[in-house]
């Protein structure tokens, strides 16, 4: 986590992007990570390849990975 509702993702290609999640409309069934706390509980899943919270809530890896692109930090070939 690098803030309230933000996270910075490394993935499997070796782009690393920061993603922030602070304008996002926090309703329905993600209304709870609204709360900084509730947020900071997210944990990668292995067996779907994204990032998921304990209540069972997950984020689709395309889109994340799209955000990371738009907001790049470095890559596996740029960092060597």
Do not use: C
């Amino acid at each position: 986590m690098i803030g309230d509702h933000s996270l910075r993702l490394l993935f499997e290609d070796g782009t690393v992007g920061d993603i922030s999640f602070d304008d996002g409309e926090w309703t329905g069934v993600f209304e709870p990570l609204r709360d900084p706390t509730e947020f900071a509980k997210v944990f990668v899943d292995p067996q779907f390849g994204t990032i998921a919270w304990p209540n069972g809530l997950d984020m689709a890896p395309e889109r994340l990975y799209q955000a990371a692109r738009r907001h790049p930090l470095a890559t596996a070939t740029s960092a060597h």
